[in-house]
């Protein structure tokens, strides 16, 4: 399990021999990739945690074997039950908050629709913005002839205030990610939610790429609406997302997207009538591969077990030897200068040097990242470690 080690860090101080300690978070057995690759892009696609993709595994094939004898009604009916609560702790909410769903960009489509604002009102958002998080609402405002309006970045970083400024009595929504996939800005949501009220306006949030990696209090931030994919920094599967909706919404707002889940009886099918749950749960509509359900349910409770701050505080040592290493050598770095608007990803480019050329050398060297545009992309996770970074300098150093 988790073991105290010192590394010397004179590779990345000027102080020669200074010793620094780390605890490592996990057993790197439980993520067997982490054993092949230095596996740095999180920020794509995280690492599975094995036991999640047992659970999932189990339960495909007593399906297969056993069908509706052991997964019967009473199963499916509760199958969401545990991944509320797990969210619910996860997000500091109520059970009664949480929905469960397929994608988060499907739970985010449900939402626009519920919500449709009507022309004559805007959405603001960024123009760094993944297109996942805002595509929803610009289909929607399309329909209603609302308007959306996009804060411009500045060498992809998105100054608060560019954002804030935009905010006006005519803003209905604030749609932006937690954390940009691009450089990993984050934001400080309860300003943002501030603005927003003052005006009457939600604030809806894409997560996926900070659940899981940054602590979230959607009561005490404010946060109207919440999603968030499983496959990045949750250690999940793909197939799953969870919802979150602020208590004074679920009332208020009907889903947009619909099925046989959606009735508050799901087995009446009664399909003259629908009559929804006073819950989140009214936005779960369909039949779906449970099993993915359930590895997300196992993940996120490991999680919570490691605790998310320190999942945080250990990622951001990581990215800081990143930053450090990467300024010694040239590096631009993309991603923000402040510490309170930094999260793990970090974002650089060689000025005169080719990121695609250089995304292919740390490859080969069975280094995985990504590479964004005209930049590379670096994303450390609880499964990485001191060597990870060190093999990415010393990889560097020869191409350079």
């Not at 997000?91 to 499907?106: C, R, V």
């Not at 449900?110 to 913005?129: E, L, Y």
């Not at 968030?228 to 599967?237: A, E, F, I, N, V």
């Not at 749950?277 to 490691?306: C, H, P, Q, R, W």
Request: hydrophobic share 40%; aromatic share 10%.
């Amino acid at each position: 399990m988790a073991k105290l080690r010192c590394i010397r860090r004179n590779r990345f101080n000027k102080k020669e021999n200074e010793v620094v300690y780390m605890r490592i978070l996990v057993d790197l057995k439980d993520f067997p990739a982490s054993k092949k690759f230095t596996y740095l892009n999180a920020a794509s696609i995280g690492l599975m945690w094995d036991k999640a993709s047992a659970a999932i595994i189990e339960w495909q094939e007593d399906l297969a074997l056993n069908g509706t004898s052991n997964f019967d009604e009473k199963a499916e009916e509760e199958v969401f039950e545990q991944l509320r609560q797990f969210t619910a702790s996860l997000l500091n909410a109520n059970p009664a908050d949480i929905a469960g769903g397929s994608s988060a960009t499907e739970l985010m489509s449900s939402v626009a629709w519920a919500v449709m604002p009507p022309k004559g009102t805007n959405i603001i958002s960024c123009d760094v913005v993944h297109p996942s998080s805002i595509y929803p609402w610009v289909r929607v405002a399309r329909h209603t002839g609302a308007k959306v309006i996009f804060a411009k970045n500045t060498n992809g970083y998105i100054p608060p205030e560019r954002l804030y400024d935009l905010i006006d009595k005519s803003t209905s929504i604030v749609c932006i990610s937690h954390v940009e996939y691009s450089g990993g800005q984050i934001y400080d949501l309860k300003k943002l939610a501030e603005k927003a009220h003052a005006v009457g306006a939600f604030l809806v949030v894409d997560a996926t790429q900070s659940a899981g990696a940054v602590p979230i209090n959607v009561r005490a931030m404010g946060v109207d609406v919440l999603v968030s994919g499983s496959y990045k920094w949750l250690t999940g599967p793909f197939g799953v997302a969870v919802l979150y909706l602020a208590p004074h919404l679920q009332k208020k707002l009907n889903p947009g997207l619909v099925g046989w889940r959606s009735h508050r009886d799901m087995w009446d099918f009664d399909s003259t009538r629908l009559v929804y749950a006073d819950t989140a749960k009214k936005f779960e509509f369909s039949t779906m591969s449970y099993g993915n359900v359930i590895g997300l349910t196992k993940a996120m409770e490991y999680l919570l077990k490691l605790g998310i701050k320190e999942i945080q505080e250990f990622n951001m040592f990581l990215a800081d030897l990143l930053i450090e290493g990467f300024k010694k050598r040239g590096a631009e770095i993309i991603s923000p200068e402040k510490k309170e608007e930094r999260s793990s990803i970090v974002s650089i480019r060689f000025p005169r040097r080719r990121s695609s050329e250089i995304a292919r050398h740390l490859n080969a060297n069975n280094i995985i990242i990504s590479q964004r545009k005209d930049f590379l992309r670096f994303s450390p996770h609880l499964y990485n470690t001191v060597q990870d970074i060190n093999k990415v300098f010393q990889v560097l150093d020869k191409v350079l």
